[in-house]
């Protein structure tokens, strides 16, 4: 099994996930300005569309998009699988919201030009943290124990901390908390980031 990513991105949720679901995965850490992997070199030869993560099960099947990524990891983990087709869409559900609320409006003000737009997006990611914060029980987003979700939910609020954005105290509490999991300090530690 292969993991693409590059440090620090929405591909961290994949990798912790992996960890914590006991997957061994060769890392290939992914240019995303160039576009381009150490081996063998052009990264758009793997992956046309240029961004991490990408997940390479092995038999040339490959998986896109944080969401498959983390659902695959989950239903194919043993005691992470979904018991029941509505716990299943409850965890797309979140992961959903997480990607397409949460980390798309991060990526555009990221890149967007002009402080405004900027500060309008911020409001809507803080607006959308507080929210959050309401479903989070025993520690965990959902279920009894740390999920693939939760993974995601700590990429955001590290991006949330490296722009000074304020969360609200559950949710600095969840982030402390998944630092100290082993999976998580390992994937710091293999991007570079511990
Ligand atoms: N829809 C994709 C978006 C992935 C994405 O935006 N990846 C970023 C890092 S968080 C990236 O590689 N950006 C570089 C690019 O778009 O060229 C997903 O959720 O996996």
């Known amino acids: 099994m292969k993991y693409y990513y590059s440090p620090d991105t929405c591909a ?7 960890l914590e679901a006991g997957f061994e995965p060769e890392l290939l850490k992914v240019d995303i300005m160039t576009r381009t992997i150490a081996q063998p070199g052009d990264y758009l030869a793997v992956n046309p569309k240029g961004y991490v993560p990408l997940l390479d099960i092995g038999e040339g099947v490959t998986l896109t998009e944080t969401v498959a990524i983390l659902d695959w990891i989950a239903e194919n983990t043993p005691g992470q699988a979904a018991k029941s087709p509505m716990e299943r869409h409850r965890r797309v559900e979140m992961l959903a919201f997480l990607s397409s609320e949460v980390q798309r409006p991060f990526a555009y003000s990221f890149f967007l030009p002009g402080d405004e737009a900027v500060a309008m997006l911020r409001g ?5 943290f507080v929210l959050i914060a309401g479903q989070i029980r025993n520690g965990f987003l959902l ?20 722009v000074g ?9 969840f982030r ?17 980031l511990a």
Request: net charge negative.
């Open 124 to 128: 809507m990611i803080e607006e959308r």
């Open 165 to 173: 954005m304020p969360v609200p105290e559950s949710l600095i509490l």
């Open 176 to 192: 402390d908390a998944m630092e100290e999991r082993p999976a998580v300090r390992r994937a710091l530690r293999e991007e570079g």
């Open 143 to 162: 279920g009894q124990r740390s999920g693939v979700e939760d993974g995601l939910l700590y990429v955001m609020l590290r991006w949330a901390r490296m």
């Open 12 to 18: 961290l949720a994949g990798h912790i996930a992996l």
